[in-house]
């Protein structure tokens, strides 16, 4: 068994002649938690709509599970979950309905569809909630319900982009620790983010995007010893993006 999840070899992705990704190199181990950190318009969603098959690089190539992305796309994109920052959710059908509809593209049907929804329903906490129509859910409740979606047909990957979007404090950590539990039960997880205390609360290696490349990856540790070799000084991931890329990530945040 491949113990490389994903593999990007120097994908590029432009438009109008602009490289909204440039040359990024990434290599994800199974059951880790990556973390791809940087502000709005570094790059990450695209990244992430290339790993998924959304759209197609100009250069470079995609593995995943040891597989070419262009020979097997389709097969290996059944492997996936994907949880996008724009909610992906039918808003007139009811939470059972919306996870239902999601997994039975991947073919699930009969009981094993019906199980799934449940379980999917039961992690993310809304069993109660099956019958209530998504339209009626809060903000946090239809991410929740967004990340059942993503579950039914049991991925091996998990891709969060930006899932804690304008949610309160509550759902925020309510995700997290999900996230964290989903990884626990062997999968693993790429979590995008501007956030830097989601990275740090959640991830164990990250990686650093800005214009569209990776600058740095890492631990924490790692990455705080690119920029110091004072091993007793503490500095915050914020100091080392600050240091590393030259700008505050939060410039780039506020008001989102």
């Not at 503490?234 to 989102?256: I, N, Q």
């Amino acid at each position: 068994m491949n113990d490389i999840v994903l593999k990007t070899d120097g994908i590029t992705k432009k438009y109008s002649n602009k490289a909204v990704v440039d040359c990024l190199t990434l290599e994800i181990g199974r059951g880790e938690i990556f973390g791809l950190l940087g502000p709005n318009g570094a790059g990450k969603s695209t990244t992430m709509n290339m790993i998924c098959g959304l759209v197609k690089p100009n250069a470079g190539s995609i593995c995943l599970f040891g597989r070419d992305m262009k020979e097997e796309g389709k097969k290996l994109l059944g492997k996936i979950g994907y949880i996008p920052q724009e909610l992906a959710i039918h808003e007139n059908l009811k939470a059972w309905e919306n996870v239902e509809l999601f997994t039975s593209l991947y073919g699930i049907k009969g009981a094993e569809l019906k199980k799934a929804v449940e379980e999917s329903l039961e992690f993310v906490g809304l069993s109660d909630k099956r019958n209530v129509f998504a339209k009626n859910f809060s903000g946090g409740m239809k991410r929740r319900l967004n990340i059942a979606c993503a579950l039914g047909h049991k991925p091996e990957l998990l891709i969060f982009d930006e899932p804690t979007v304008g949610i309160d404090p509550q759902s925020r950590n309510f995700i997290l620790e999900k996230i964290k539990e989903a990884n626990r039960a062997g999968t693993t997880i790429i979590y995008t983010s501007h956030y830097m205390e989601e990275v740090e609360a959640v991830c164990r290696r990250i990686a650093i995007m800005d214009s569209g490349k990776v600058i740095a990856t890492g631990s924490r540790e790692e990455l705080k010893q690119l920029v110091t070799a004072d091993a007793e000084k503490e500095l915050t991931l914020e100091e080392v993006f600050l240091t590393l890329t030259g700008k505050k990530l939060r410039d780039y945040t506020e008001g989102v």
